[in-house]
């Protein structure tokens, strides 16, 4: 079968779509934001397109998935348009923190953290940090042969948490506890991105990952929601109707690791965890419990 057939026979009279994503890299190379990145995964969704059918199932149904990644490019763009330091969270953010999230002596926890720390936590904390997304593309392909309706709950779960919490990244930008201990509570739109507390990982193995890694990240203020912890609570509702009581207390500790991760590295405070937390409980909600309560409502109507 020729290139040109096998492709009608994948998708028909749509067949130019699976190079859709070669033309993101012109655009990121216009914009000087062109990454080695960036080119392997265009190249890996390229390949999935053309492959076979199973890979072009596969690439279908993670296109929420693929929606998320490029939603943080497109952040990349707007945060100069719609973020500016009068609308920025920063020790007012820090100060609700110390009222409702403190220990005895009005001490936040990332202070506290700052002043107590060890390696051996240093690498605890730091593990779901470092594999969170990689472990969240493991586990989705993971479902889509063992349990696809899953997958598909994970994968919208996490696109619908992503465009809220893009919404409040760009409507009410919130300053990280890094950046308070850093800078103090003068807003300063020119600041770099830091790795925080995983800076000392860098330092231990002699390594930039985590500088390397940060320094990419798209907003600075974006602290508020904490999407590190979404995506555990994401695989938590997508498997609460088909899953045990063990298969959820697993996932129960695998979001408490993170937002103790989270506050531990002094990448956020706790509200910001618990925020993205009741982000995709709310989604759940919506697109799936609402729904499925009013179509019972109606068939016992009927």
């Known amino acids: 079968m020729s290139p040109i057939a096998h492709l009608h026979a994948l998708w028909g009279r749509w067949w130019p779509a699976p190079f859709l994503p070669l033309l993101v890299l012109p655009v990121m190379a ?3 934001n062109l990454r080695i990145e960036h080119i392997v995964i265009v190249a890996l969704l390229v390949v999935f397109g053309v492959w076979s059918e199973r890979s072009r199932a596969l690439l279908l149904a993670g296109l929420p998935g693929v929606a998320v990644g490029l ?3 497109i952040i990349r763009f707007l945060r100069p348009v719609f973020i500016t330091a009068d609308k920025v969270l920063g020790c007012d953010l820090a100060a609700f923190e110390a009222r409702f999230f403190s220990l005895p002596g009005g001490q936040t926890l990332p202070d506290f953290f700052v002043q107590h720390h060890s390696p051996a936590w240093d690498l605890f904390f730091a593990f779901p940090y470092t594999i969170f997304w990689m472990a969240a593309v493991v586990y989705a392909i993971v479902l889509f042969f063992t349990n696809r309706p899953r997958m598909q709950r994970f994968l919208w779960l996490l696109a619908a948490t992503h465009v809220v919490a893009f919404a409040i990244w760009l409507t009410w930008p919130a300053a990280p506890p890094w950046y308070i201990r850093e800078y103090g509570c003068v807003i300063d739109m020119s600041a770099l991105p830091d790795a925080a507390a995983l800076n000392r990982l860098d330092q231990m193995f002699a390594i930039s990952y985590f500088h390397d890694f940060y320094s990419r990240t798209p907003n600075v203020f974006g602290a508020l929601p904490s999407l590190h912890c979404a995506f ?3 695989a938590l509702m997508s498997a609460w109707r088909d899953s045990g009581w063990r298969e959820r207390v697993l996932h ?6 993170m937002i103790s991760a989270s506050v ?3 990448h956020h405070w706790l509200v910001d965890g618990l925020a993205g937390i009741a982000i995709v409980i709310c989604a759940y909600g ?4 609402i729904p499925d309560w009013l179509r019972r409502r109606r068939a016992k109507s009927a």
């Open 286 to 289: 919506m697109i799936y419990v």
């Open 232 to 234: 555990p609570t994401a």
């Open 30 to 32: 216009w914009t000087g």
């Open 71 to 73: 939603g943080y490019e």
């Open 252 to 257: 129960v500790v695998l979001i408490a690791w």
């Open 264 to 266: 531990y590295l002094d």
